[in-house]
C-alpha cells in the first residue's frame, strides 16, 4: 500500500514532461525532466553538486543540533522554573516576535558572510520550535503524576527524568520536527543572501543565469533532503514511541 | 481520643509500625496578614492512630479530610497545630507514609512492575527490589498483567497496582485518600477484602479517608466523623466512633447496621424517611 506514495510523483512527472515538450510553456520557464536530469549529471561531472548537497546538509545539521539542544535546555528551565519563567519569558518572547529573517543583515554584519553566520542562524530558526513546544508541554505535564512521584521521594534531577521528560517526549518531537522544517527555511534564506555554495547560492546564480534546469533542480533536491531528514525525525519518534509511549507496544 | 489498645503483645516484634496523632490541626486558606480574606476549613481536630490500626476519616465534602492525610503525608501543611508520627513531627515528604490516591496515578508509559518498583525505598539493592515488587504484584494477583501498561488494566487493575506501589515503600503508615473512590461497586468491595487480606499478613497503620460510611464501617477501627457545627464555620471532629468489632465482619452486621444510621445521622442524611 506504500507504494501508491509514488502514483503522485509519477504523475506530475508525466505532466511536467507533456507542458514542457508540447510548447505550453517556453523551455525557460519550463525545462523538461530530461533537461534537468542532464543538467544534474553535469553538475556532478563537474564535482559542484556534491558540494553544494554536501555544505548545505552540513549547515542544516550543524545548526539544528546546536539550536534544538538550546531550545531542549532553556525550554526545561523556563517551563519547570517559575522564577526562570518569570525572570526571562517575557525577554525571549520579545526575540521570537521578531521575524526571524530579519536578523539575516546583522548577521551578515557581525559574524560576516562565512560558515558561522550561516549555521548560527540555522540554530535561531532551530531553537524556537523546540524551546516553545518544550517549555509550554512541561507546564502541562499532570500535576497528579508529579505530586504521585513526589509522595514517593522523587524531587529534583530524578523526578525530571522519570516523569517530566517522558511525558513531554511527544512533544519534544513535535518541536524537532517543526525546527528541522525551519532549519531548511533558514538555510535558503541565508545562502540567497550572501553564499558562494550551498543550494540557496545555486538558486540565485540559476536565476540569474537563466537556468531554470539547475533551479529546479535545486527544488528538488531541497524536497529530497528535507525529507529524507524528516524520515530520519520518524525514526527516532518510533523509538521514543516504544520507549515512552502510552499505547501497547506492538503498534 | 482513640481507646487505649494494648498493641504491645501482638507487635513487639513488629517495630516498623508507627503511631500517628493529630494535635488540635487547623487548616486556614488565604493571605493572613493586611486583613486579607483568609478561610478557615478546618480547626482543633485531634486524635490518635494506634499502631497498626484502621482508622476512616469521613465527613462532608470540602470539609478538609483529605487535608489531614496530605499533612501527613507531607504534600501539604497543617496551619496550625502538628501531626506527629511516633512523637516526631512530620515536615517534608516522609519516608514513613505511602499514599494511595483516587486515582491510580501510575505512570502509563511504565510497566505495572515498573510502576510498583518506584514505590521502593531508593536506596533498596537491585535484586531484592526486583524481588520485592514481583512478591507485592502476586499479592495484589497482578502477575499475569506484570508487563502491561496501565493503560492496558481495568481501572481496579490499575489502582489494585497503585496499592502494590505504596506498599512497595514498605510504609510504617498507609495513607489512601478515597482509594476505591472512582471504583465500580463490585470492584470497590473486592478492593476491601483486598485491603483487609494485606492487612492482616502485615498489619501496618491505615490512615483512610472516604466517602463510603459503609466502607469506613466494615474496614476500621475508628471512625473520626468530621462535619461543621454550623454553615461556614470551620469543620471538627463531630464524633470518633469505634467499630469494636471482630474482622472479618459481615456486611450484614446488626451492630454495623445500627452503626451506619447513627453515621449517616451525623453526617446530616435521614435515614428514617422510608
Redesign the interface.
Known sequence: MAGLGVVLPLLVLVAWHLLSTTGVFTPIQLPSPSKVAAAGIELMRRHELWQHVGISTQRVILGFVIGSALGLVIGALIGLSRWTRILAGPTIGAIRAVPSLAWVPLMLLWVGVGENSKVILVAIGAFFPVYTTVAGALKHVDHHLIEAARSFGIHGIRLFTTVQLPAVMPSVVSGLRLALAQAWLFLVAAELVGASMGLGFLLTDSQSNGRTDRLILAIILLAILGKITDALIGIFERWTQRRWGTAPAAS | MSSARAPEDTRALEAEVASVRFHDVGKSFGTSSRGGTRTQVLRDVSFTVQPGEIVAVVGPSGCGKSTLLRAT?G?DTATEGSVTIDGSPVRD?D?R???G?Q?P?L???RSITDNVA??L??KTPASRGRKRVAELIELVGLTPHANH?P??VSGGMAQRAALA?ALA?NPQVLLLDEPFGALDALTRLKMQDLLLDLHRQDPTTVLLVTHDVDEALYLSDHVIVLGRPAPGEPAGIVENIEVDLPRPRSREDSDLARMRGHLLGLLGVDTTAH
Open positions: 503525608a504534600l515528604i519516608p507514609c505511602a499514599v490516591f486515582e496515578r505512570l502509563p508509559w518506584l514505590g525505598p531508593r501498561r493503560g492496558e506501589r515503600r
